[in-house]
């Protein structure tokens, strides 16, 4: 029973993303049958529960405060009559134009509408390219969308959720995943394929819309400089450090100026999510839920000076100067997960130009949210069914293998994502296996309390912290201690 008990301890729940089109940009849920036998061969792998987004584009399409969410009440109803739980994405992002994108579902058409008015409500970039994926943050608190800010916008949005599937919260819909950005992603969206970016490219800044215009220019005045510009040397889309004069060796990023640029443009990503959180929390109190949010995995130029990639996006990370632990923080006051990307990726597999460092990166993200004392989940950023795949998750899911308290462990993983090529029979013989080692060698359990998570309901977030607070977090810690391999492999 003691062996049963400490195993139990280092079970890490694992998810599966369903796949993007379950529910048409029409709003009807799409042959359910065929979902709910997905759902239940998903069920025989023992897994925990699903992962889906809930679509602003989709739900609130009609106008505003126009809600309709039958389709995403049957898909829940579904999952519940399946045995499962559900980790729900409030997408307040366009799908399409990102990595593995197979549909299309716009942002509502009467926010677009708004946007033909007035391009910029989105992001923009220095050449003046319109970002139709997400609201620029310079919108989060102005009252365009008609008498509403963007902020409230997102907040009504939760709330109504909430008010529809009051029944299912807590019993089926455990965790509320809080789109932030493109992608769902609490970053700037700074490489879009759809204006050409490729891997590796360094991306750019998206501070170019004139309310961020005007919000830097305010800010540098207020810091006695008001001939500071926003960055105009930071090269394009697909340029590497190096071709850059903002990111070279000794380049824009070390002065002054750079410096000051940085800070503000990533305080304001903080700032942001923040305000989205607090309103996740105003609308879902009392339920027994965790909200979360996701942070994207930027492995590539991260062992150059400058990390170029991290920083285009909003992280402003250096060897010297930690861009996460800063978030982590903030997530804290609202007692949020952490969701991080890239946990299946090795250093070894990446090409070597790009100056990838992905294990680093995730052991840094990971380390700084545990010593904020947040919870951490994560996902696969590609889709893989290999075992050198699996077993670099599970080590990230318990850097330190199987131990007593079952201390460090990842909140859950989210895998990425339900489709034919994880039902081919050796693939999903494989994912079984990666199943029961995430779950200790345990069979499923039904009740999170067992292995140390409790479901509680949510209480009001704590005050909020100075940004003076959260920017003590930059100081670089080393990471925690990380096991050279998992002690659990897929294949033995």
């Not at 709330?159 to 809080?178: H, N, Q, R, W, Y």
């Not at 699996?390 to 131990?403: E, F, H, W």
Request: glycine share 8%; hydrophobic share 35%.
């Amino acid at each position: 029973m003691a062996e049963g008990k400490k195993m139990l301890a280092n079970y890490v729940p694992v998810y599966v993303m369903l796949p993007l089109g379950i529910i048409s940009t029409e709003n009807v849920l799409l042959d359910k049958e065929g979902l709910k036998q997905q759902l239940l061969k998903l069920k025989t792998a023992g897994i925990d529960g699903v992962m889906s987004d809930v679509w602003w584009g989709i739900v609130e399409s009609k106008g505003p405060k126009q809600y309709d969410w039958s389709a995403y009440r049957s898909l829940v109803e579904l999952i519940k009559e399946c045995g499962m739980k559900m980790q729900a994405i409030m997408s307040f992002h366009q799908c399409g134009g990102n990595v593995g994108d197979e549909v299309t579902i716009p942002i509502p058409q009467w926010v677009l509408d708004i946007g033909e008015e007035n391009p910029d409500i989105f992001y923009t970039d220095r050449e003046g390219n319109r970002n139709k994926e997400y609201l620029t943050l310079g919108v989060d608190h102005l009252p365009l969308f008609h008498g509403r800010t963007a902020v409230q916008v997102y907040g009504d949005y939760m709330k109504s959720f909430k008010e529809t599937m009051a029944d299912l919260i807590g019993e089926v819909i455990i965790d509320i995943e809080v789109g932030l950005g493109a992608a769902g992603e609490l970053r700037y969206p700074s490489y879009p394929q759809s204006l050409g970016w490729v891997f590796p490219g360094i991306g750019e800044f998206q501070c170019y819309d004139k309310y961020l215009k005007a919000a830097f220019k305010e800010a540098a005045t207020k810091a006695g400089h008001p001939e500071w510009e926003l960055p105009d040397n930071a090269g394009t889309y697909n340029d590497t450090p190096d071709s850059t004069e903002f990111f070279a060796s000794n380049g824009t990023y070390l002065t002054d100026k750079g410096k000051f640029f940085l800070t503000w443009y990533s305080n304001n990503l903080i700032t942001h999510g923040d305000d989205i959180l607090d309103e996740a929390n105003k609308a879902f109190l009392g339920c027994k839920v965790k909200l979360a949010a996701k942070v994207s995995g930027m492995h590539w130029w991260y062992n150059s000076p400058s990390h170029a990639a991290e920083l285009t996006a909003g992280y402003y990370n250096l060897y010297d100067r930690d861009g996460y632990r800063p978030i982590a923080r903030m997530l804290s006051r609202h007692d949020a997960i952490l969701n991080f990307t890239c946990l299946e990726m090795r250093d070894s597999e990446q090409d070597a130009a790009a100056k990838s460092a992905p294990q680093e990166l995730v052991q840094q993200v990971l380390s700084g949210a545990w010593r904020e004392h947040i919870e951490v989940a994560g996902e696969n950023a590609l889709s893989r069914y290999d075992s050198y795949a699996y077993n670099q998750i599970l080590l990230n899911a318990r850097p330190n293998g199987i131990t007593n308290k079952g201390v460090p462990k990842m909140h859950g993983f989210t895998y990425l994502r339900s489709s034919d090529d994880l039902f081919e029979d050796t693939n999903f013989e494989l994912f079984k296996i990666f199943v029961k080692k995430m779950h200790a060698d345990q069979e499923y359990c039904s009740d999170p309390a067992k292995y140390g998570k409790e479901l509680k309901p949510l209480k009001r977030s704590k005050p909020k912290i100075p940004i003076e607070d959260l920017l003590d977090a930059t100081t670089p810690m080393k990471p925690l201690p990380w096991d050279e391999e998992t002690d659990m492999k897929v294949d033995g």
